[in-house]
């Protein structure tokens, strides 16, 4: 039987980050929606990573939901550290990036969510824990990646 903190199937994001006129982009599932009024987000980004280094840097980020058909995406993305391995330029050159709201960001993700950071909280734990307001939005498919799929295309073990 999998552990309680499996069992859910859960959507699977990409976080853009930008620093210094770049960006990078991981692979986050510990993401949820904590306040309708005013929409706020809490993020986990795990510890001793490129999104945390920046993060800690910048205000801003976009949160990706992505669609079922970019699954292909959570190996560079995620397993990949944005420290040592050009996320962007992989990207650029596979001509995967595009620009919304003035930032850079995955093509044909199924939604887009700007972010402003007003919070960080350590934990004991091996993730850093971000609230962030919702500055814009936009929704853009309902076919969206969850562990689910991941765990089917054998990219992950739940």
Known sequence: MQRPWNLPNLPVYSLATYWDGT???????YVSAVSMQPKLYMIAIY???ETLQRMQQTN???????NAQQHYLVRPLGKKSGSTFSKQQWLEKKYLLTAWNNLTVLKEAAAYVHLQKINTITTSGDHVLFLFKVLHAKSCSRNILTTEILAQKKIITI
């Open 47 to 49: 510890n001793h990573t």
């Open 60 to 66: 801003e980020a976009v949160l990706q939901l992505l």
């Open 23 to 29: 960006v990078n982009l991981n692979i986050c599932t």
